[in-house]
């Protein structure tokens, strides 16, 4: 079952269920929301779940592209990808949390044919402020589905302050073997569906107020789900990223580790300027750029020589086909024209940063008012000074300094 199938039952499921399916934004929060990009499928809703009435009712349904530089140390794992999309449906002041999850374990257990014994789940275990989540609980007892509870496992916030609640998540075995332990004893367990009891809000003085109305708030990670359908070992082999094992260890000879990152990275890049961000030394655009600069570290460690203008086009066009950003024809060639500017400007950054730390100056250890000179004065980055002390990038003067 390719990701396209999984996503057409997962949505024209719960459009059976009477959730009507909205239109996933960009990677753009809406203006006023405090996060850079947006991280989960929840972020365009919030006005919603706090209680105003949306235009096509409490249930609703969608696909959402989105973007978490907190697993970016992560990626390379078989289970993390920067960018990513999420299955999301929700219940604005409409049915229960229990309702729901029933709702999951038929589609995925009748309608994705998962084996039931394969599964997993966990609840909301109590704190000072909320108690048990035992609505999920029987739920999962009267499935027959194992349970874990935890405390901080299972409870959503986005942030210190705003909607949180408890939450249920369900866990598919990947482990070759029959399934043993927990979600938190063995993470061969790996979590792909998450539902939260939003119904409240953390105030700055961290006490909890109920919400206008007790929402319901899932989203299901399609890449990893179709990792697990496909039988396959890492989101990095689910068809999604076919076109990138086909050709791009033609172009550059990786290892495993290192595959993954530059596929991620690469990927995520396309899809950032795809929606609109341009490189950058603040905000957006610098998580863009240390993007790029992350991957052509890992590109260059073996070989200086290697150039983002090498990249095949098919693999430009895919991902923007594939995340529904392909309607600007233009969009391919500023895409590439994007990368391999930034790939100009790193090397010259590279460059200009030997030169300086090879002053008598900056031999010896460094204190913090070297490091800020060296940022105002000259555009070096604590942690690039730092990788270019420890020897970290490979000599580029003279290399590529007119590919295209």
């Known amino acids: ?102 709702w999951a374990h038929r589609l995925l257990t009748e309608g994705l044919g998962v084996d039931p014994g394969l599964l997993h789940a966990t609840v ?64 061969r367990w790996v979590e792909v569906w998450n539902h939260v009891m939003m119904r409240h809000r953390r105030l700055d003085d961290g006490r909890l107020v109920p919400l206008p109305q007790r929402n319901v708030d899932t989203g299901l990670g399609l890449e990893r789900l179709a990792m697990l359908l496909q039988g396959k070992s890492s989101v990095f082999e689910c068809d999604v990223f076919e076109p990138w094992r086909r ?22 890049a396309v899809v950032i300027v795809g929606d609109g961000v341009r490189p950058s030394n603040t905000g957006r655009g610098y998580v863009l750029r240390r993007l790029v600069r992350r ?14 203008g090498d990249l095949p086009d098919e693999l430009i066009t895919h991902t923007l086909d594939h995340f529904r950003q392909d309607g600007d024809p233009g969009l391919p060639g500023l895409v590439r024209r994007l990368l391999v500017e930034e790939e100009r400007r790193f090397r010259r950054l590279l460059d200009r940063g030997r030169n300086v730390l090879a002053r008598p100056r900056f031999r010896g250890p460094l204190g913090e008012e070297d490091f800020h000179y060296l940022h105002d004065t000259h555009g070096l980055p604590r942690e690039l000074v730092t990788s270019l002390r420890e020897g970290e990038y490979p000599e580029t003067e003279g290399v590529g300094a007119v590919r295209s």
Not at 46 to 66: D, F, K
Not at 248 to 258: F, G, K, Q
Not at 295 to 308: A, I, K, M, N
């Open 1 to 102: 079952m390719d990701t396209e199938h999984v996503l057409r039952t997962f949505v024209e499921y719960y459009e059976d269920q009477g959730h009507r399916r909205i239109t996933g934004s960009t990677l753009l929060p809406e203006p006023g929301d405090p996060v850079l990009f947006t991280s989960a499928g929840m972020h365009p809703l919030t006005p919603y779940l706090e209680g105003r009435p949306h235009p096509l009712g409490r249930r609703l349904v969608n696909v959402q592209r989105c973007l978490r530089t907190t697993d970016l140390d992560e990626v390379g794992d078989s289970t993390h990808l920067t960018v990513f999309e999420m299955l999301g449906t929700w219940s604005l002041g409409d049915y229960e949390g229990s309702r729901s999850l029933d």
């Open 124 to 187: 909301y275990g109590g704190g000072e402020q909320v108690g048990p989540d035992t609505e999920s609980l029987r739920l999962w007892q009267e499935r027959g589905v194992p349970v874990e509870r935890t405390v901080d496992d299972n409870w959503w916030s986005n942030g210190p302050v705003g909607p949180c609640g408890p939450d249920s998540e369900i866990f598919l075995w990947s482990g070759d073997t029959p399934p043993r332990s927990t979600p938190t004893g063995d993470d």
């Open 247 to 268: 050709l791009l260890p033609v172009l550059w000879p990786l290892d495993e580790p290192s595959f993954r990152v530059v596929c991620d990275h690469l990927r995520s």
């Open 295 to 308: 991957l052509l570290t890992v590109l260059w460690r073996d070989d200086p020589s290697r150039g983002l």
